[in-house]
């Protein structure tokens, strides 16, 4: 899979090929990242790539032609690539998304400053406009980086042994049960009986069940969404007993 980026600041997001399973992946040739930055694309004595928004207001707005030199640049050397604009008025991003994409093989993403860029811009040429969801960061790099890193893990050989995208929490709609390692006791905490007797059908079974229980009582939005088995609603069953007891 290829990204590219279309960035003021390619030197905050190249480092996300270096490590990690994204790291792996790339040396593994599986990924490859190229930032395109628009800087590059001036042909103005100062380099501009921004200016002041017609109508008046505060910030500033990122000029087209620099931007769409960069995109063009980037369209070249990945063609058929869809352009994702990252910004606060995109849909807000999905595992299903990302894997729709990530399937699709290819994307560049195109990263917002200031406050944000020409519509006539993002008209002529963004294919999809993407959201991390509703809080405010200061530009779109950090989620391009959020992007790549979340498609790369969906790639094939990306992820290593033990490591499976299809037990991702979100991968099958349920949040992960709790992990334990040494000690055997913590500040007076035990670690659960059921994970050191060696029964492993009975701890398969213990981790689903908690695996349900903390979905109902953190992300009952997740369930909701979610139809469960009968064997599956019986473990939830009991864990929703077992609390109302504590
Ligand atoms: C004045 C109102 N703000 C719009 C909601 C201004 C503004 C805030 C943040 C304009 C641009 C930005 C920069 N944010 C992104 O580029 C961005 C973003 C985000 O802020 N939240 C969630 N996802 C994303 S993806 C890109």
């Known amino acids: 899979m290829r990204f590219d980026?279309?960035?003021?600041f390619p030197g905050l997001v190249e480092p996300v090929i270096e490590h990690g399973v994204v790291g792996r992946a790339a040396e593994q040739g599986l990924v490859e990242l190229h930032c395109w930055n628009p800087r590059d694309y001036t042909r103005d004595r100062h380099r501009s790539v921004d200016?002041?928004?017609y109508g008046g207001g505060p910030g500033m707005i990122m000029l087209i032609e620099p931007l769409e030199a960069a995109i063009g640049a980037a369209r070249a050397a990945n063609p058929g690539a869809p352009v994702i604009y990252l910004s606060p008025q995109g849909r807000r991003l999905t595992q299903q998304m990302l894997a729709d994409?990530?399937?699709?093989?290819?994307a560049i993403f195109l990263c917002g400053r200031y406050e944000g860029i020409d519509e006539r811009l993002i008209e002529a040429e963004v294919d999809d406009e993407w959201s991390l969801g509703d809080y405010v960061i200061s530009g779109g790099e950090l989620a391009a980086m959020v992007c790549i890193d979340a498609m790369t893990r969906l790639l094939p050989g990306a992820l290593g042994h033990g490591e499976s995208a299809a037990r991702d929490s979100f991968s099958d709609g349920l949040l992960d049960c709790p992990h334990y390692t040494r000690p055997e006791e913590y500040a007076g905490r035990p670690v659960p009986r059921v994970l050191l007797n060696g029964n492993h059908r009975q701890i398969e079974v213990w981790r689903e069940q908690q695996a349900l229980g903390r979905t109902w009582l953190r992300r009952p939005d997740l369930l909701e969404q979610r139809e469960l088995d009968a064997r599956q609603q019986a473990l939830l069953d009991e864990f929703i007993a077992a609390t109302r007891k504590r």
């Open 5 to 8: 980026v279309v960035t003021l």
């Open 51 to 53: 200016d002041r928004p």
């Open 101 to 106: 994409r990530a399937q699709q093989g290819a």
